[in-house]
């Protein structure tokens, strides 16, 4: 008998335990803590959870996680119609690889890339307007590397360079 009341309690227990969410957070109630990456809420707390931000149009977009208000993990910055513009991968609360996009005006992509320590590094795109790739390149710490090719407006290639043997800076 009481090897099944303790089966019985230690199923409840582990059933209830998968019911908890993590609470959520509006980032414009979060306060940046000096010019670390650490989060209080207004009451001081160190808040562990999901951020969102809220866009014009109300809707809701999930932004990043915090735990005892220290980010990490990746976290996205939007602009006001919720396209990422920038993500960021965060350890410990330090910033690590972050990659970044730029939009033209008509909402097509500008240049895409990732940077690690301040530095390029892995493929980079850049697009016309129309929305056709303009460049395609590679970089390792912030030195151009591999085949780099440029296209027309129509993404018909025109010049494709080695980065072994010309100028990639």
């Known amino acids: 008998m009481k090897k099944y009341l303790f089966i019985a309690l230690l199923f ?6 998968f019911d908890k969410k993590d609470p959520e957070y509006d980032f414009e109630e979060l306060i940046k803590i000096k010019d670390e990456f650490i989060y209080k809420l207004r009451t001081n707390q160190l808040p562990t959870g999901e951020v969102f931000k809220i866009l014009k149009n109300g ?22 119609k919720g396209d990422i513009l920038e993500k960021t991968n965060f350890t410990n609360g330090i910033p690590g690889r972050k990659y970044v996009i730029i ?7 500008q ?10 590094n892995g493929l980079f795109m850049m697009y016309y307007k129309n ?24 993404g018909q290639m025109i010049k494709k360079i080695d980065c072994s043997t010309d100028d990639c800076n």
């Not at 220290?70 to 996205?76: E, I, L, N, R």
């Open 59 to 80: 809707e809701k977009k999930y932004i990043g996680r915090l735990s005892k208000g220290v980010p990490y993990g990746d976290w996205s910055k939007l602009n006001n």
């Open 12 to 17: 409840g227990v582990w059933n209830c335990s």
């Open 111 to 120: 240049i895409e890339g990732s940077y690690l320590h301040n530095k390029k």
């Open 103 to 109: 939009y033209y005006d008509n909402g097509q992509k």
């Open 131 to 154: 929305g056709v790739k303009s460049f395609r390149g590679e970089y390792s710490n912030g030195s151009g590397i591999g085949f780099w090719s440029y296209f027309d407006e129509n």
